[in-house]
């Protein structure tokens, strides 16, 4: 196929596909999928290899958000019996980052939930960040923590963090109508500022939410022009008790197409296969580690995942291998150009902060391209429970 090879080629010179050529991907039968991830596939070995990289989710507040985000299960006005606790002592998230780390994790996210951190919270995530980096050497901290008033990006840099991750989620045309309490504007803020105080940014995109192919197009462009280090790739988790619990619009094989194209789009970049993996991809995930260099290990913020074991299995079955922590994440031209300390964090995810989880449903026969409640599950261990964690 004329275009895949065409793409195949700018992928490897790092060249920027056309917006034409990137719905073009999108456009592409399911008797052509195949094709679509192989061509993809060598554009993501030519600047990573097969390594995959682990990332570690650590909620430090969940829930009680005063934002309106409709794809958020710890939104305001959410009905999703989600856990719901207050700030994580450093000690506490310190022990929860252990755990991700003995199952392999590189880098841990630091997630909390709100518009943005107080200065108080600034310094309370210092303080875990210090206490993580303490006793996990060699370990990398993203921090999650909403939108950034100025200095706070070079306050969590001087105790330590590595990353900021903050996602962009949708275009900017249509992301007035998932949240009403912040723009898209002050995203783009937040990313700028990690940006300026010398961080490595993260920041991505969630599919299945109603947006058009030419949402996709537009919020993987903008997010190609902030050029962050990294990009998770979450997939909306449509959880009862939120505004979009009745959007199930993706199938595994949109799902892949999307993946793609964001790596056609973002070639030499961290792609992380994020929130939301295991409910539309399902038994294609492994398809998925030809495309994203990058995963998150275990549970989500809210949302139970894939455990920690069964994640490993699946690398290795796939005959790729998990990036050891003395390997530098980003190619050469990319590390050496400033990109943070040479890898980077997701969300989050579910990219950070930004993935959906709430009530779990009792299993229930559903079509294959249907809804699939029965694979959506809250998180009831881990992180601000009594019980040990999945990783």
């Known amino acids: 196929m004329d275009l895949l090879n065409t793409l195949v080629d700018k992928g490897l010179r790092r060249e920027l596909p056309t917006r034409e050529e990137a719905l073009a991907v999108l456009a592409t039968s399911d008797d052509d999928l195949l094709d679509v991830v192989a061509a993809a596939g060598k554009v993501r070995r030519q600047w990573f290899g097969r390594r995959v990289k682990l990332n570690y989710l650590v909620n430090l507040k969940s829930g009680l958000c005063p934002e309106d985000c409709s794809y958020c299960s710890q939104r305001l006005g959410s009905k999703a019996e989600i856990l719901k606790y207050t700030w994580l002592k450093p000690d506490e998230a310190s022990q929860a980052a252990a755990a991700g780390v003995a199952g392999g994790a590189k880098r841990v996210c630091l997630v909390a939930s709100g518009r943005g951190p107080t200065d108080r919270d600034v310094d309370r995530v210092s303080k875990t960040i210090e206490a993580i980096k303490e006793q996990n050497e060699g370990v990398e901290v993203c921090a999650c923590l909403g939108l950034l008033s100025d200095g706070q990006a070079e306050r969590l840099r001087d105790a330590g963090a590595d990353a900021y991750n903050h996602n962009l989620n949708t275009s900017e045309s249509t992301y007035g109508e998932i949240t009403t309490t912040h723009t898209y504007a002050d995203r783009v803020d ?117 455990a920690g074991r069964a994640d490993l299995e699946m690398i290795a079955d796939a005959g790729f291998e998990v990036e050891g922590s003395d390997t530098t994440t980003l190619p050469e031209h990319r590390a050496a150009a400033g990109g943070g300390c040479g890898s980077v964090c ?35 261990r881990g992180a601000g429970t009594d019980l040990a964690p999945n990783a």
């Open 190 to 306: 937040t990313v700028n500022k990690a940006h300026a105080a010398g961080l490595s940014a993260c920041s991505g995109l969630i599919a299945g939410m109603g947006e058009s192919d030419e949402d996709l197009v537009d919020v993987v462009f903008s997010l190609r022009e902030l050029d962050p280090d990294s990009v998770p790739v979450n997939f909306l988790i449509p959880f009862e008790g939120t505004p979009l619990a009745k959007e199930w619009n993706l199938t595994p094989q949109r799902a892949l197409r999307i993946l793609a194209m964001v790596r056609f789009v973002c070639p030499d970049v961290e792609v992380r296969l994020a929130g939301g993996r295991e409910v539309h991809l399902r038994s294609l995930q492994p398809l998925a580690l030809h495309l994203a260099n990058s995963i998150f290990l275990g549970d989500y913020l809210t949302s139970e995942g894939q």
């Open 346 to 380: 997701g969300d989050g995810g579910g990219g950070c902060g930004d993935e959906p989880a709430a009530e779990a449903a009792e299993p229930a026969a559903a079509p294959a391209t249907g809804a699939r409640t029965d694979l959506v599950a809250v998180r009831r």
